[in-house]
């Protein structure tokens, strides 16, 4: 049976196509403004990639910030369930997910069936949010993709700001005056983040295997820092891109209900 | 008499020189990582416009927030001080600056020789500044510039609930989705902001007149929005460009320097 | 459901206050549940509680009051900043929280920019953290200072008699509340959250007097009727302030029903009634001051707890959703230590962190409902 | 919390920084180079310290010596007591309990752990405790609720009616533990009768308390000897006090630091007479000779602190103001009222020896106007409140400015600041009021708050 997901985030939007146990298709495009447009798009990216036609597939379910708004879906799954799935289909050792998107930062555990048994989403403040990692990397004039990186080369890092995006910015202008090197600073950026998730991760109760998901699992820095505070080690999906988790969730959601198991 | 102010912001670098009293030139760019760097930069902009050399120049002062990075600046002085003085220079009758920069936001009041006698700078959030409203026209597809007369076109205000800069991103991303007109939404962006900027100006005690300065006075929309929040007519600065307004107060006091 | 309870819970004005303000008589405003409203009612006052709605910002609040502060004082001062409760003769700060005690000088301080908005009587009045007899004797002369100032403000006389007559017309008023709260806790109750809601804030805005009658009229005509509201998942809604629809309207726009709370405007108001026998001053004190919903009462942890456990019980309540005003530390701290022992007792929880009321954002509240109430249905 | 951070006991590492720094006072100069090393972090302020001479010595002999009963409490027998630093630790001395003050614990672990004690607030969060909280308790709060330290086997405060944000980390701390739980509360007035009574009535109720908890009765004559004490430590208080006046003023920034610290963990012990009484001489000899308490000599500007000062990373503030030569007027935290004391006014109180029942009184009276007790517990500008008091100090010191360091988590300050800024401005007294956080620099980093310093000085033209 063939299932898809779609997941409209605040940021990026993704799109699965999913056979049985093998992706056939996926994409990633930036969402803006319109999400119906945003979803259809990047559905029709994954379908193109996947080489099959919309009506080859069973049921399409829909998550992310914007999942209200996308049309062609049979229905639609909170982002922390399909979170949960995607990282267990990724990690099948998974019991804890985190999952750091552009807009906010959750920890779910699960239990064996991989149901979720708890979760925490951060609703305090921007800082720890894969927004906050992208508004400093253009004060850093680094890319996403560098600024993990910076971390290796970090003799000493510095203390950020970390209550506040917009102070922390200010921070990190403070530190570059200063002389401080742009390594030193991306690295405390990369910690401030980590510092931020740990707590998350280690209220909800965290159990092993601990898998990271979402774009923010990409940054190496943010992962080693992370990895040294929870005094654990973090599982990084490697069969997918980790942004795609949510939308895998969703097609694998898809197909339990449309094999009529659940949902 | 030639002098030279410098001012270095979070987001843009800028530069006047002045002579005896008139400005010559001035240059505006965006400032990068590095604040020596920037003001090179906008220093080279500057002096390609006039044929007055750096040599000319016979005392210059630096300001803005990479005040300590600028080469060659014979005297440091707060961006405070230096857009009171830029301020009061374009109209003496002026007594309260609001300056709402790329990085925070800014109220003074003066006395009427131009002493600082009270300031305070934006609370905690980055809701007052600059950046919110970049990433704010980003999210809407505006072009900064065209904020100001975009919330002119505005039948109603959508409120925006979130301060924060990250977190009202998305919520304006909802309300577009939602169907809500980008040009409401703007006047509540405006509002939001007018509301809390008009807040630290009130603590500092407004008197009038009324001056607002920094990079986002260029944007009308919200000069409207604080006018309504603070209940008191703004005093136009003349011809001059509100965002020049901090490097003109560190020309002036170039200048000052320079005679005694 | 009345027009006029509907205006009255949702906004500022309504045609109960016009009324009374046209016979003549007083309006006092209050802040908080331990304030002893029947000495108000005795003096021949209406006691209205201050609220925040129908803001749009906190630009005046912000002017006075620090950035690190409950956004509710913030939002009540801008009411007043905007002239909105200029129907008010009188107002009573008290030491109910830090941030809200804090709303007597800030204030005081907005009517010397803003003229007027100050009510002429201004009251400060302390109310005890402790029940123990001198707490209760001290709080008693609290009570007397109270009653003197309104007496020489407004003339009227506090006698015994109106006091015993404002205790039962407010324990009249506590007793059709707790059968509201009985017909919530059934299978299928006959009215959501959010009406259940509506008709309990009216009462706040409104004279004892005019509203018992109506509130009665309500329940009558309710009861009996099928909400529509069976398996839906039950929801009991704790911590900060509530005194908007907002809350319950994301809730059960998900699917699920509030069917208990305790919060501030909700049960923690008519929760425990007065001696009717004799009632003094004395008998008040004991009742604002036993009655310890809130974390502003140390070291009475426990004792909340059994409350909420007994609402769980008697609700039949699916989960909780533990929320707090951002740096409302004390709710939110004591909702962290309900969630550690009712998920210990298998009782899902979901703490939220959120602005007050109006000032708050849904989409994110509502996203974290929704996979709280999926959490629930799956274990279900 | 991570693994490397609970290998050791929170209160131990701390006594074990202070007691090695202490003793490196006593050794020759190669001994100390040697010790150096195994104070790690801490050496930052050793040196600032040691460059007071003996009451700096004294100082970190006297903090070594409390954080040695506070490790060692339970091996001697004796019953542990969390409580705040705004409740005077005589009675607990008094009656052989040893009280862990926790506010003064987050700062010695701000000194002392690289990287301040951030981790362990945000340990808090974990527990269920907001984060919004204020910082002076959630430092080594977290090292208390993870069980890296002595277990408190009980909590008392007297916070309830002077700040929420206090009391509730106390009772949180409490039930989480589910330990006995005792509160003073305080009524917003401060001089009125019936507070004075509510209050002593309270105070009689705890000794009650502390006695059920400990199974030993109040003795009187231990009580005297703690109090008689205290007494000489407020005379030298006083007396320090007075001469911070002059100007110059002789008497050493950092002093105001020692004094509250000591105060607030030793008072009514003779540790901390005998560092006050050093104290009193070097400031006297500085008198004498004309010279300010500046290592450099000159005094530029005074400032009085209208609450807290700032302890992240190594005392930056002292440094920084040592260097300016900019006068640090003290604050709330170093003003006790003794009724002798320069400011005090009416609202002073004297401890009385004269019978069992004075004493307890008089204790009581001398609790009730404690750092924050007394200036925050009623509306700011109510009589004897935060407003007069900063007003009058402000004239009496002949400060040239003032500064609100603070923290976020503070709700009741946060709340009338802005207020009393422009109160304060109104008298003439230019007020500089910083968002930073006094004890996490992740708030706002030291750098970002001295340019705020600095130009604030600037832009007021204060200090040349
Ligand atoms: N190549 C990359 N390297 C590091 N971080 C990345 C990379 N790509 C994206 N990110 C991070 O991921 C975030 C977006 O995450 P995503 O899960 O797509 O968010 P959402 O689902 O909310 O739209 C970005 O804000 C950015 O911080
Ligand atoms: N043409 C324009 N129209 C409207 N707003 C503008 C314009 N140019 C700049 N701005 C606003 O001004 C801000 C920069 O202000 P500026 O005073 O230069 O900042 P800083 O001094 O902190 O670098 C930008 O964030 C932007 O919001
Ligand atoms: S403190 Fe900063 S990140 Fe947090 S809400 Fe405010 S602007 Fe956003
Ligand atoms: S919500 Fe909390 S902080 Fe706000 S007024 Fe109520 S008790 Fe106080
Ligand atoms: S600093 Fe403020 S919040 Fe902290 S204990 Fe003192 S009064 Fe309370």
Redesign the interface.
Known sequence: MITAGCDVGSLTSKAVVLKGNRILGSAVIRSRTRPEAAARQVFDEALAAAGIEEADVACCLGTGYGMKKIPFVSGTKSEIACHAAGARFLAPSAMTVIDIGGQDCKATRMDKEGNVERFLANDKCAAGTGRFLEVMAKILDVTLDELGALSKKARAPVTLASTCTVWAQADVIQYLNSGETVQDVGAGVNNAMAARVATLANSVGMAPDVCMTGGVAKNQGVVRALEKLLSIRIVIPRKADPQLAGAIGAAILARKAAEGKGA | MIVLGVDVGSLTAKAVLMKDGKIEASAVTRASANPRQSAQKVLDLLFEQTNIKPADVVFSVGTGYGRKQIPNVSLTESEIACHGRGAIWANPDVRTVVDIGGQDAKALRMDEAGNVVRYSYNDKCASGTGRFLEVMADALDVGLEDLGALSQKAEKTVRISNQCVVFAETEVITLVNDGAEPADIVRGLHQALAGRVAALAKSVGVEEKVAFTGGVAKNMGVAAALAEALAVELTPLDSLDPQLCGAIGAALLAQEKAKA | MNDILVTAATRVGNPAVDEWKAEGKGIIGHVCSHVPEEIITAAGLFPYRLRGIETQSTSIGDTYFGPFICSCPKAILENAGRGKYSFLDGAIMVQACDSMRRLDECWRKAGEDYPGIVPPFFHYMGVPHKVTDYAIDWFVEELEKFAAALEAQFGGKVTSEALAEAVSLHNETRRLLIRLEEMRAMDNPPLSGEEAMTLILAGTAMPKSVYNPLLAEELDAVSGRDGGHGGKIRILLAGSVVDDLAMFRTIEAEGAVVVADTVCFGSRDYDGLVEEENPSFKSLARRYLNEQFCPRMFGYYQKRLDVLKKKIADANVDGVILQNIRFCDLHGSENGLFERDLEAMGIPCLRVEREYGPLGDEGRVRMRVSAFLERIAQAA | ???ALSEYNYDWTLYAMFSTAANTLNGSRKEYERMLPRVSTFRGIIEPVMATGEPGKLFLQGMGEYLRRVVNAHQEGKKLCLTTFCQAPALFWAMDIVPILLEPMTVAGTLVHK?GT??FM??C?????????CSSQRGALGAYLCGLAEPPDMVV?DT??I???N??????F???ENIP???L?Y???LTAD??R??HR??YR?LIAFLEEQTGKKLDPQRLAGVIAEMEKQDRLICDIQDLQRVVPSPVPIIYNFFIYALRFTMGGRKEATDMLAAMLECAMDNAANGRSGFLSGEERARGLFVYIDHYSMNLPLWMFLEEKGITHLGGILDRFYQARAPYAGDAGYSLSMDSLDAMIDTLADANSRLPMVKQIR????ARDMWLEEALSLAKLYNADFAVYSGT????????????LA?DL?KAGIPTL?L?SDAFD?????W??TK??IE?FL????IAG
Not at chain 4, 378 to 381: L, W
Not at chain 4, 441 to 445: N, T
Request: with cysteine.
């Open positions: 919390m991570r693994a990287g951030s981790e945000d340990y969060v974990e527990k269920g405790f907001t984060e919004t909280s405060i309830p009616g700040c929420d944000t009391a509730n980390s106390f009772s949180f409490a039930a989480h739980f005792y509160q509360n009524p917003p007035e019936r507070s009574e509510y009535k309270d109720n009623g509306p700011y500008d976020p988590g503070c709700r009741n300050t946060w709340g009338m600041v802005k207020l422009r401005e009021v968002n620099d992740r708030v706002e980093s750098s970002n340019h705020r130009e600037e832009v007021r033209r």
